[in-house]
């Protein structure tokens, strides 16, 4: 086992790429520490599952290399890296028994039958597929065939790492709670490096250590829920994580002071000034506005009530600014004024946070 | 929503359908039908004999010996082309230019008109001019199709082989694309050889159109005519007469229309039952 990592990366399906859009990753430079139990979120067609493929080793890179530890193993095909892989949709042997499926990549290992006897019960028992350890693997449901893929995935001892590509699309929801907090329990007992692909934030940010979110073909930012919470370095980030998103509002500079409309915004946003040229935006999160005596004018537009909180939807001007209203708290009626909690607002120069921007 | 409609005049919307289902298919089955329990004398005489013409062709030594020919002759075929078909497609590449000049190289003995087969392959295999012919006697072997019944026999079944494998690479062909990407990334992932993949993956998934294969190639085969008739004309003696040179034989060069008859709807029902059984042993196995 040893940390992977991703040098100079990018890659393209076209025989030729040229401008950005040619390219299905680009810049991709991360590293992945032995152990950890990363996320890579993103929405559909960000090049999530190209990146795992490249990590698997299923597609060689166009440009940069793949290094698990020091070792370069960018031309090594996937049966030679000790990966495993879990895919979206469920993939079984038909002809086989449940037992010979989860058998199948000890056997083709060379492992002992007695040693995978053993590894078979436990993935088996894992994943609650005891009982059915000797029925045809082809009649069974998807929920079923899926657990048989998540199990090949998980019996085999010492991989250098375990991918799932969306592993939970087909199971039920019910199942799914269960499921992933199971493979979040397995990372603790086995310690292998798990990334988990996944199209939903929930998912990532209850399994994961380390969230990696992609957008458009490169990852935008790495971080921790927390972080990822309270300081979005995309305004990507900003709205596709958290519910609802973060607002995103306009935002004039004048004598290196960011404005809303005719409001002064204290950000934790320094040196404006390299913003220059760039179209700016003031990026404040719904739990980190609240109503106060002073500050912003608005109206109130919608109340709505999601249980544990309320959405508040108001206006200034032709601007919509959603906040949040814990229960209990009360809603003025009509017109009253907001306040931003500085320390989370930030100023956005072409989607990226001023100040902040990737090295 | 129970409640059935039944109008009087619906019926007559599916008469078109009942027509040409009974002009192409139940009146000339009929006909053969009519022929079969009488005898003619031409002059639309007709005299009913009963089952007699079907127990005079059950216990006929040349109808017997046709049917083995037949039984004997589909079952080479099926034991050639089957496995050779699959073999082709599986080492055909899946994707690139190449792709599409395999298909078409592939199609192209399935373009070719059944007596033209017959007369190309009679051309190529004669023993004094033909390619194949030459080669084989000059190679030592003592080859003449038009005498030698083990001769007639390896090219009757050479041309058949090269005539149909293509259609069994096509099917396999279209079950392999079939099968879904990541089935092929499972596998490398797992380790897999690629006798595994085959054995695990791939065999498994193109079982249905296997089954579909084999039926083709038994129902056709159990039909040839045109190609063996140019060819050896059922020779040399009857060693190559299958069931419907022999049938043809017997209704227009006899023209022992009763007899002809019965063998046809024998002929007819051994093809149905075969089919069936292939079918449901197929799709029983499906099922488990």
């Not at chain 1, 590293?31 to 090049?47: F, K, N, Q, R, T």
């Not at chain 1, 019910?174 to 199209?199: A, D």
């Not at chain 1, 409309?261 to 204290?266: A, G």
């Not at chain 1, 005596?293 to 959405?311: A, H």
Request: hydrophobic share 45%; glycine share 8%.
């Amino acid at each position: 086992m040893s940390k992977i990592s991703l040098k100079a990366m990018k890659h393209s399906y076209l025989a030729e790429p040229g401008e950005d859009a040619d390219w299905a990753l680009r810049d991709i430079d991360i590293e992945w520490s032995d152990g950890g139990a990363y996320a890579l979120l993103g929405p559909s067609g960000c090049g999530k599952t190209t990146l795992l493929n490249i990590i698997s080793g299923l597609l060689r890179p166009t440009r940069g290399k793949v290094l698990f530890g020091d070792e370069d193993v960018t031309e090594v095909g996937p049966e030679r890296r000790n990966i495993a892989q879990v895919f979206q949709f469920p993939v079984v042997y038909d002809t086989m028994t449940v037992y010979d499926n989860l058998a199948f990549p000890l056997r083709n290992r060379g492992f002992a039958e007695p040693d995978i006897e053993i590894r078979v019960r436990q993935t088996a028992q894992m994943l609650d597929l005891e009982e059915r350890l000797f029925t045809k693997a082809a009649g069974l449901t998807a929920d079923a065939k899926q657990k048989i893929s998540l199990g090949r995935g998980l019996i085999r001892p010492d991989v250098n790492a375990i991918l799932f590509d969306e592993p939970l699309t087909v199971i039920d929801p019910h199942l799914k709670w269960v499921l992933r907090s199971k493979l979040k329990e397995l990372h603790r007992q086995i310690g292998s490096t798990m990334i988990y692909v996944t199209h939903d934030q929930t998912e990532a940010l209850t399994f994961a250590d380390q969230v990696v979110v992609m957008h458009d073909g490169t990852v935008v930012q790495s971080g921790t829920p927390i972080e990822l919470f309270e300081a979005p370095r995309h305004t990507f980030v900003g709205h596709f994580i958290g519910s609802p998103g973060m607002n995103l509002l306009p935002c004039q500079v004048k004598n290196g002071v960011p404005y809303f409309f005719k409001n002064k915004i204290k950000t934790v946003s320094k040196s404006l000034a390299s913003a220059k040229g760039a179209s700016l935006q003031i990026g404040v999160r719904p739990e980190f506005i609240a109503f106060s005596e002073k500050g912003i004018p608005v109206q109130i537009v919608k109340v709505s009530d999601t249980g544990r909180y309320r959405i508040v939807e108001t206006r200034h001007e032709d601007t919509m600014i959603k906040l949040l209203a814990m229960e209990g708290q009360e809603i003025p009626q009509g017109g009253a004024h907001i306040q931003f909690d500085p320390a989370f607002t930030r100023i956005y120069a072409d989607g990226w946070a001023v100040g902040e921007e990737r090295a | 929503m129970s409640q059935k409609i039944a109008h009087p005049k619906a019926w007559l919307f599916v008469l078109p359908v009942v027509l040409l289902v009974a002009f192409n298919a139940i009146i000339p089955l009929m006909t053969v039908v009519n022929y079969s329990v009488q005898e003619t004398f031409g002059n639309n005489l007709f005299f009913w004999e009963g089952v007699r013409w079907f127990q005079d062709v059950l216990r006929s030594e040349r109808y017997q010996a046709s049917l083995m020919r037949q039984l004997t002759f589909t079952g080479i075929i099926l034991l050639i082309e089957i496995p050779l078909g699959v073999a082709i497609a599986l080492s055909m590449p899946r994707k690139g230019p190449w792709v599409s000049v395999c298909l078409v190289l592939m199609a192209l003995p399935l373009l070719i008109p059944w007596n033209v087969v017959g007369a190309m392959w009679n051309i190529f295999s004669l023993p004094d001019i033909g390619l194949l012919g030459r080669t084989l006697n000059g190679l030592g072997f003592d080859y003449d199709y038009t005498q030698g019944p083990l001769a007639a026999w390896f090219t009757v079944i050479l041309m058949d082989v090269w005539h149909w494998t293509s259609l069994v690479v096509l099917l396999a062909y279209a079950g392999l694309s079939s099968i879904p990407q990541p089935y092929y990334h499972a596998a490398k992932i797992d380790g897999a050889s690629t006798w595994a993949i085959i054995r695990y993956i791939e065999l498994p998934k193109m079982k249905r159109v296997l089954a579909i294969a084999i039926l083709l190639r038994f129902m056709d085969s159990f039909m040839i005519y045109t190609e063996p008739f140019v060819l050896t004309g059922g020779g040399p003696g009857n060693t190559t007469t299958f069931l419907s040179i022999d049938l043809v034989k017997v209704a227009l060069g006899q023209f022992d229309l009763g007899p002809a008859a019965a063998m046809s709807l024998i002929y007819f029902l051994i093809i149905l039952l075969l089919s069936w059984l292939f079918y449901t042993l197929i799709m029983r196995n499906e099922q488990q």
